[in-house]
Structures are given as C-alpha cells and as structure tokens.
C-alpha cells in the first residue's frame, strides 16, 4: 500500500509539473502571438494610410485640375510640379528606371568589396585587427544618413566634378548618378560586410579541415569552399543591402541633383529617386503637390517588394548548398 501511494505522489507531482509547464509555454506563446500580431498591426496601419492618401490623386478632381492619369503617371518621363493648372504633370516611369539603376550599381560596387572585407575579417586577419576593423565596420553601420549626405556634398561631388573635367563633361557641378552610386556604396558597405562576416563565420570548421586535408590551398579554401558554403547568408546581406539602398532619401537629394526628366544613365547626368523625389515635395501639407508624394511611396513599396522578391527567388535557386 505504501508503494502505491508513493507512486500517485509522484504521478501527482510529474502531472502538476507537466500542466504547470504547458501553462508557461501558453503564456510564452500568447506573448510571441501578441507583438507578432502588433508588428503586423504597424505595417497594415501604414501601407493602409499611406494607400489611402496616395490614392486620392486618381478618383478626385484635385481641386478642379482633374484627375491624374495613372497610366502616364507610372510611364512617363519627366516631372513637374508647382503648376496650378494641371494635374497630368506628375509621372515617375523614368524616376523607377533611375532607382533601380542606382540600386543596381550601388550592390555592383559594394558587394564584392563588403564581402571580401568580411572573409579578410573572419579568416585572414589576425585576432585584434578582426576586433578592430569589425568595431569599425559597426561604427560606419551606425553613422546616421544625413552625415554620409553631407560627406557626398562636400568631397564626393568635388571629387566627381574633377574627374568629369578630365573627360570634358559638364557634371552639374558634381551632382550626379555617379556621386549617388558611390554615396549609397559607403551606406550600405557596413550592412553588407557585417552580414557577410557572420555568414562566412558559420561555415563549419569541418568543411575547411576536408578542403585542406584533400589538398587546397588556404586561398582556395577559402574562395571555392567558404563563400560557396556561406553564399545564402551573402545573398541575404545582398537583399538587406538593397533595401537600404532602395530606401534612402536624405543623402541621396544631397548628391543626386534632382532631375525632372530622363532616366538618367550616364554617370555625369543628375538623376532622381523615388524616395529623394518624396521628400523634397513635403514641404506641403495640402493639394495635390503634397497628396502624390503619397502616390510616389506606393510605387516604391511596391517595387521593394518585387526587388525583395525577385532576389529571394535567386537566392533560393543559387543560395542552397549540398555538401557531400
């Protein structure tokens, strides 16, 4: 009799433990539910406000200017604004073409630079100068926007106006495709060459051990074994590094040069962005000058989004690793 109350002690005690157990993870559930649910609540609220207002432009009068053609809007090539007779005078088809191409040649620049920064850090470099150059790499991450803007408006367009003279181009004094490239190139440098690092970081020790017992040299190890190994966490930096790129608006009206027409391809040529184009319109704060920068910021969700997808679609094609 003994032995069969001891054993419903213990089946007590192991149930009330069990219960008390299910109960915290309830609770720690509830918990991850609820700021999942509130973090949803946030990006809902703002693609619905910002949906709402940039839509206003395409189904009213606009104070009697009549409403914007939205096929002219997404297509055409040149804008301008401060007219009170029109409303057809707003178009960002050149404007995407312009921001897609500075994104594109920002992540040309900075990619091969940020991720060889990082391999340098994570398996070449000695200790203290990893610790060193990793404390720089999150300085430059934290360095706010308008800083490196200031940075491009007082060296990069100089620099960039020089060596347009050597070429016999007029550069607008500077402001230019060419400076917004290398601008962009610096800001997101840092996300780049962090992300690559922990990437490369995570490569198992066991993989390099059979590339160097098999033959390879370090170099070769590191170039055909590391960053195969590590290219899902690279194409992740990529993405994050486009991200930021595509969304930086300070900086880039700093250098850019505002163009009202194009696109602009050539490297001297001034050019425009969507988020550049946004913020120089807010000064506003009602009519249709102010409500289509509204319209412009859901054309850029819009194409971050097909940007984000676009690349996750190549990065699950090239981004997965077999190792046998």
């Not at 370090?218 to 966490?233: E, I, Y």
């Not at 050019?271 to 054309?299: P, W």
């Amino acid at each position: 009799m003994e032995y069969i109350k001891n054993l419903k002690d213990k089946l007590k005690d192991a149930f009330h433990f069990n219960s008390k157990k299910e109960r915290t993870d309830a609770v720690v559930r509830g918990f991850f539910l609820l700021a999942t649910v509130l973090s949803a609540s946030f990006i809902i609220v703002i693609v619905f406000f910002i949906a709402l207002e940039g839509m206003i432009p395409f189904v009213t009068d606009n104070d009697g200017l009549g409403r914007v053609d939205l096929v002219r809007f997404l297509t055409g090539t040149t804008w301008l604004e401060g007219t009170a007779f029109q409303s057809n005078l707003y178009a960002v088809g050149f404007i995407i073409v312009n921001t897609l191409y500075i994104a594109f040649l920002s992540l040309l620049l900075s990619m091969p630079i940020g991720v060889l920064t990082a391999l340098f850090i994570a398996k070449i470099a000695p200790k203290r100068i990893a610790e060193v150059l990793r404390t720089v790499v999150e300085l430059l991450a934290a360095i706010p926007s308008i800083v490196y803007g200031l940075f491009g408006s007082g060296l990069i367009i100089v620099f960039v106006y020089n060596f347009a003279k050597l070429f016999g181009v007029q550069s607008k004094g500077g402001n230019s495709v060419l400076a917004t490239v290398l601008v962009l190139s610096l800001m997101i440098l840092p996300t780049i060459t962090a992300l690559s690092e922990v990437a490369i970081r995570s490569v198992g020790k066991d993989i390099e051990h059979g590339s160097l017992a098999l033959g390879a040299t370090r170099t070769q190890t590191n170039f055909k074994v590391v960053l195969t190994s590590a290219k899902s966490g690279i194409f992740t930096a990529a993405i994050l590094g486009v991200g930021r790129a595509l969304g930086e608006a300070t900086a880039v009206s700093l250098v850019a040069g505002n163009a009202r027409s194009g696109p602009s391809l050539g490297f001297f040529q001034t050019t425009s962005t969507l988020t550049s184009t946004m913020l120089q319109g807010l000064k506003e704060t009602i009519g249709i000058d102010y409500d289509i920068r509204f319209s412009v910021g859901i054309v850029l969700m819009i194409v971050i989004l097909i940007t984000n997808m676009t690349l996750n679609f190549i990065k699950r094609k090239v981004g997965n690793v077999d190792v046998k």
